[in-house]
């Protein structure tokens, strides 16, 4: 099995250490192939998003490291990038300009017409924003997410879709909707099919269990059956922070996969300059 992490964040953006103490970590892991993908909403930034000015360092650093590393393990440039219209909905144009060699495709905003708020914030931002925004309607907020992930899923030039049921981080604090309703299971089975129709390759993301929000990775057990019942391809990414937690739950995350009916996921190399899938069996 081909051991490869394409979610990593540094303190480029809002990660905790440097890229090459990434690097280091991951080759101690058994990394044999390591993506970075910086927060970025271009041509804007948050405070937790890659600055643009910073953008050529970030390259250059990753790029530096491509080559010092070489031969100890392959190490991928890329970005998460937020979709958050009609600021930055065209995701994949600017990022290609600016070297990345793969995208993560990301919905951490729910824009409305009174304002908009981060789905995945602290409980009590979350709160205020479904108050705010939905008149404490969380089914509304919900459905808001799914439907603006399936715009985003249109529009595509992505490779990989980020953490696909990140709107359920703060719902075991919450528990402003139910997993469990039909109405729910309705939504992820026709972004399921969205996704199916866009050709991406779905992470399965243990950042939330690393950070203690949830048990189980994105997606959840039974979105992930849907999306093996399409033949959806997967991948395993930790959406790491700290370099502590680089291979966090992968073997859950393995074991998840297999259970929903997956033999194998893809990995993303380069291959004559260009960036090519391959797989690889989930099977140790």
């Known amino acids: 099995m081909i051991r490869s992490n394409y979610h990593a964040h540094t303190n480029f953006c809002d990660g905790k250490e440097s890229p090459e103490a990434m690097v280091r970590e991951a080759i101690a892991c058994g990394f044999q192939i390591f993506g970075f993908s910086a927060h970025s909403i271009h041509p804007f930034a948050s405070d937790w998003h890659l600055p643009i000015d910073r953008i050529p360092d970030y390259v250059a650093e990753i790029g530096r490291l491509r080559d010092l590393y070489q031969g ?66 969380g089914k509304k907020a919900v459905q808001a997410y799914f439907s603006a992930q399936r715009d985003m899923l249109r529009i595509g030039g992505f490779e990989i879709l980020g953490h696909a049921d990140v709107v359920r981080r703060r719902n075991g604090e919450l528990r402003f909707f139910d997993e469990d309703a039909q109405w729910y299971k309705d939504e992820l089975q026709e972004t399921a099919r969205v996704i199916a129709q866009s050709g991406v390759i779905v992470e399965i993301n243990t950042g939330g269990m690393a950070r203690g929000n949830t048990s189980t990775p994105y997606p959840s057990p039974y979105f992930l059956s849907l999306l093996a019942k399409k033949d959806v391809p997967i991948t395993i990414n930790s959406d790491v922070h700290n370099s502590g937690y680089l291979d966090y739950g ?35």
């Not at 995208?103 to 409980?123: E, K, M, N, Q, R």
């Not at 074991?255 to 140790?284: C, F, N, P, W």
């Open 250 to 284: 992968f073997e859950v995350a393995r074991q998840e996969a297999l259970a929903a009916g997956y033999g194998e996921m893809i990995y993303l190399t380069k291959a004559d300059g260009k960036l090519v899938r391959k797989t690889t069996s989930l099977h140790t």
């Open 72 to 137: 100890q393990m392959e190490i991928l440039c890329g970005f998460e990038a937020d979709y958050l219209p009609p600021i930055s909905d065209a995701l994949q144009a600017p990022y290609r300009a600016l070297g990345a060699d793969y995208l993560i495709g990301s919905l951490h905003y729910l824009v409305t017409p009174t304002g908009c708020f981060t789905v995945d914030d602290a409980a009590k931002n979350v709160a205020a924003g479904i108050e705010t925004h939905f008149r404490g309607d």
